[in-house]
């Protein structure tokens, strides 16, 4: 789950982490106001949405001349000028692709003096079993193209949970950031604060870009980017309510209500997996033979009959969709289930586009005759490679 910058920094302010002071606004009347709350004389007026990007954005509806979603204003008069662009209007990212994302939310901040910028995230690195802390000096900058072109200038410090964040891991960072004096001990202390956030609230990713240094000689959080654990939310039911349903996709919130990994694509074959190893295989097979996904969906292990309806009415909601595979290794859950939930589901939304199923299993053969005996016109496959030639034939003949 993600949430906005503006809730990240308060989350962070909570274990110290030092931050602009700054407001959310819904309306330009409550932008305005949060201005006048603030010291001035510079403003920021930040768009809140769950994409990266904003300051070089471009708003659809204000032409390609028009300044982006992060925009500094040296009066009220504007702030109240930028939060009328913002509000309502489209904001078209890198990271958003071009239907871009709607700005329902501002932050405005104070104005900080930056004398430096620096990088500082933190991801679990499931290959280790560790919290990889990852810095650079290179602050303020696409990190994706610092560790293409200078990666040298990336520095990744590794700290074992059970261990804990330590001083040496504080004295690493600042070391990377080619930091001394007072600055050293800020940011061993910011770093070690960001830790214990990350810990502490089963975070999965944690973005600080930039962190900076002012001219006064403060290390400050500048912005933030969080997301969270999904699984462990249940153990956080204050994060959970930052939930903002508004910047994610209805599919995704329709699949979260029946626990659900769904991931909405650009293709147009719908596909049902359970195990999300075997999701991607089906995915990476589709496109060996030609044609693209239009999801990712695992229906998990242990799904019944009505979990795999609603997957199945998930896939046909998509308009984009031509075709379903549906690819499913009979272990825990069994095949006569996934056959029962596939026939309910057709047959409830009329189903009109050519379906391909491949199982293999648990209970297969009673899985076959169940759909065999459906009188829908679902076409059997014998395995993976067969399954996808198939689907992608049914769906060329039938344009």
Known sequence: MNI?????KELLAKFGVAIPAGHAALSVDEAVAAAGKLPGPLYVVKSQIHAGGRGKGKFKELGPDAKGGVRLSKTIDEVRQNATDMLGNTLVTIQTGEAGKQVNRLYITDGADIKS????????DRATGRIAMIVSTEGGMDIETVAHDTPEKIRTITIDPAEGFQPHHGRAVAFALKLSGDLNKQAAKVAEQLYNAFIATDMSMLEINPLVETEDGKILVLDAKVSFDSNALYRHPDIMALRDETEEDPSEIEASKHDLAYIK???NIGCMVNGAGLAMATMDIIKLNGA????????????????????FKLILSDPAVEGILVNIFGGIMQC????????AAAKEVNLGVPLVVRLEGTNVEKGKDILANSGLPIVPA????????????QVKQAA
């Open 4 to 8: 906005h910058e503006y809730q990240a």
């Open 117 to 124: 910028e620096y990088y500082l995230s933190m991801v679990v």
């Open 265 to 267: 694509l650009d293709g």
């Open 292 to 311: 693209f996904p239009a999801n990712f969906l695992d229906v998990g292990g242990g799904a019944n009959k009505e979990k795999v309806t609603a997957a």
């Open 336 to 343: 006569d289930i996934i056959a029962d939930g596939i026939v």
């Open 382 to 393: 014998d395995d993976l490679g067969d399954a996808a030639r198939k689907i992608v034939a």
